[in-house]
């Protein structure tokens, strides 16, 4: 009986099962940042222990980042107080810490990725939910809780139990203008919010193959809005390729031995999964959230669900999102009007991701009604970006170019919705209040959808607006 | 490091209605730039107060009637979304000490757990149920019994089963819902699994 990636991985990484049952499990790589952290230090101290293996937890800063100043002290005191309470830590522990002087600071799950830290095989942790993109590079790699974190700093493991897998199979080829944010949110549209709590999904099939390594990202991100916290991709030739040359990836000779490890950390061609799962990819249009669950989104030609339409269970979140959206059911979508468009964040902040858009925006201006901003994932994506001329295309077209960050995802730092604003966001939680104002509404999209908003100040179907056929 | 074994939780309780909180909806991200976690609890669910408040209705945590409840009681996938640790934390710091709900987000079960606060799944029926005896007799004592799997409700012949996953409900019993003493005792076989992991072992 064959055995899937999490079998393989989780087997190398037990290191014990505790009296409870649940796994003493080794987490090789531990990625850390300023909100989850500080607090995990202090108890790691307070309880006269130390951090381990300083040498496999790596640091960024990210949430509380303001991504319109670049110099320090920022002129949030406690924003400024959280950088410098990392900076402190990192440098008692000898913790690597990519700094904002570095060149190298961004959100977490853009900065592992990039430096080639994040890799096949590999379990990973991090106090941050959307830990789970690393998972297309076949790692599994969950978010954790600060308690958690204590724990992966003082002893390199955690106590967890082990998952379930589900496979979810993606195949054919996606129509032109729907891309990898759409495919997640159609799972999880589909899934429901709910229905990965207890699993791991494993995603494959030949739109998967077909998907870049930063497309894979996207959707592994997603997992946790889906329920399931872990999520990943088994590693192949595209894996190899992004990885090869990267600062942190093995040089020389031990590349080819650890391209021959990950190649055999695969699931099994024979794995037994605890479920499947099977979407068509031709089936997939490009799809917005219109409530406050990741879960709540249709295709671009779809109207806002009346409520005693939907399934019993569902009927009362639905009523709660058409009440905070002020969008009464039967709506359609496309035409809604938006405040704001953002474009990054840790699902959509990569350098393709602002390729894509920056390929359709030549030439062409936000509306003059839309606050439009474009927050690259990292200091490297806006580097590159900008050296690529990208950035000078977004100004053009009226965009705010911006320092890496998390930006407007979460509402930790100055870029916030204002009031009711509806924003048009490339993110992944449209949670009430998520984008830091506590009315405001957000719509999930992918970027080029949301520079479909940006240049009609309404939800647009981009198919139309850039002419993709 | 001694922990109390939590065998039951016996309080007041309140019901907090819907599916899907997140933990956002817990504890808003602009409360989270501290350093400590103390002096979370008076921001749980701050926005949705306000957001009850503005609509002219009552959120139940704004209710005198469930002042000094110490069991919140709510609907599916409670927790979901951020692994913020913030959110329990601000639970057990506003009083809270157990949790039923229809079903938990993995995230916040297990942050919720190595704080020592039992979340436990009941059916909607009985949820229904017994938000509905609160809201009449809010003084009522609710007993959420881990030994026997069940909630019950003081005076009235209100019990309902429960459930907990038996990695959760174990350790509270025995006082180890806080794994790090277990874990530090693992660390010789730590080490030894570190040597035997190539991406580990080198260096």
Known sequence: ?469 | MSLAKITQVTGRGVHIPGDDIDTDRIIPARFMKCVTFDGLGEFAFADAKAAEKAAGRLHPLDDSRFDGATILISGSNFGCGSSREHAPQALYRYGFRAVIAESFAEIFFGNSTTLGIPCVKMSKQDIDDLSALIDKTPSALVTVDLTENKVTVDDVAFTAAISIPEQARKPLLEGRWDSIADLVDGLEDVKARVAAIPYLAAR
């Open chain 1, 1 to 469: 009986m064959g055995k899937t990636l999490l079998d393989k991985v989780w087997e190398e990484h037990t290191v014990r099962t505790l009296p409870d049952g649940r796994t003493q499990l080794l987490i090789g790589t531990h990625l850390i940042h300023e909100v989850t952290s500080p607090q995990a230090f202090g108890m790691v101290r307070d309880l006269g222990l130390k951090v381990l293996y300083p040498h496999r937890t790596f640091a960024t800063v990210d949430h509380i980042v303001p991504t319109d100043q670049a110099q320090e002290p920022f002129s949030d005191p406690l924003a400024d107080a959280m950088v410098k309470e990392l900076r402190k830590n990192c440098a008692e522990t000898g913790v690597t810490f990519f700094d904002l002087p570095t060149g190298k600071q961004g959100i977490v799950h853009i900065v592992g990725p990039e430096q080639g830290i994040t890799q096949p095989g590999t379990t990973i942790a991090c106090g941050d939910s959307h830990t789970s993109t690393h998972g297309a590079f076949g790692a599994i790699a969950f978010g954790i809780g600060t308690s958690q974190v204590r724990d992966v700093l003082a002893t390199q493991t955690m106590a967890i139990g082990k998952p379930k897998v589900r496979r979810i199979n993606v195949d054919g080829k996606l129509a032109p203008g729907v891309y990898a944010k759409d495919v997640i949110l159609h799972i999880i549209r589909k899934l429901g919010v709910n229905g990965g709590i207890g699993y791991a999904y494993e995603y494959g099939g030949s739109t998967f193959d077909a998907f870049t390594q930063e497309e894979r990202m996207t959707v592994c991100n997603m997992s946790i809005e889906g329920g399931a916290r872990v999520g990943y991709v088994n590693p192949d030739e595209t894996t190899f390729e992004y990885l090869k040359g990267r600062p942190y990836s093995p040089q020389g000779a031990e590349w080819d031995k650890a391209v021959a490890r990950w190649k055999a950390v695969a699931s099994d061609k024979d794995a037994v999964y605890d479920d499947v799962v099977n979407f068509r990819a031709e089936e997939i249009l490009p799809t917005v959230t219109w409530g406050i669950t990741p879960g709540q989104a249709v295709f671009i030609n779809e109207s806002i669900p009346d409520p005693k339409d939907l399934p019993e269970k569902d009927r009362d979140t639905a009523a709660e999102a058409i009440e905070h959206m002020k969008l009464p059911a039967g709506t359609p979508v496309e035409g809604i009007k938006v405040d704001v468009a953002f474009l990054g964040s840790c699902t959509n902040g990569r350098l393709s991701d602002l390729q894509e858009v920056a390929k359709h925006l030549k030439g062409r201006k936000v509306d003059p009604t839309v606050k439009a901003i474009v927050v690259p994932g990292s200091q490297v994506v806006a580097s590159i970006a900008e050296k690529m001329g990208l950035a000078e295309i977004f100004r053009e077209a009226g965009f705010e170019w911006r320092g890496a960050g998390c930006s407007m995802c979460l509402g930790m730092n100055p870029d916030k919705l204002v009031g009711d604003q509806l924003s048009a966001s490339s993110s992944n939680r449209n949670f009430k209040g998520r984008q830091g104002s506590p009315t405001g509404r957000t719509m999930l999209m992918s970027p080029l959808m949301v520079a479909a908003a940006a240049l009609t100040g309404k939800v647009s179907d981009a198919r139309k607006v850039f002419g993709i056929k």
